[in-house]
């Protein structure tokens, strides 16, 4: 038997979801992408950071006590950037996702159109 407090947590994350996805679809299509790239370079510039930070943390030692208070503090920021990473991720999926196509045929055309306009070279 599953806990109350699961289903209810689990509902919960159905309706923010829900929710988050309703909001994105009400942007025009050039906000949608700009949220976009600025969420894809924020989780970039995470990970560079999470790599200088596991470079940091190797330098301390966990035998002595200040060293092992800064790996840990190392480690939390790190946790931190992880976790913010992920609702980024999620965030920026949910933008793309929002991008729904009413008439496939006529935006498939239109691309087709733009494309040669685009990328001269192809």
């Known amino acids: 038997m599953k806990k109350p407090l699961a289903g209810l947590t689990s509902l919960l994350v159905l309706i923010s979801v829900a929710c988050a996805q309703t909001t994105y679809q009400r942007y025009d299509c050039l906000t ?36 092992s208070v800064t790996r840990s503090r190392i480690q939390g920021v790190i946790g931190a950037k992880q976790e913010e990473n992920f609702r980024l991720g999620q965030k920026a999926f949910l933008l793309m996702d929002a991008n729904q196509v009413e008439d496939p045929a006529r935006y498939n055309a239109s691309l087709h159109q733009l494309r040669p306009k685009l990328v001269p070279n192809r």
Do not use: D, F, T, W
């Open 32 to 67: 949608r992408g700009v949220e976009y790239h600025i969420a894809k370079s924020q989780i970039e510039s995470n990970r560079q950071m999470i790599k200088m930070l596991e470079n940091e943390k190797k330098k301390h030692s966990v035998l002595n006590a200040q060293g």
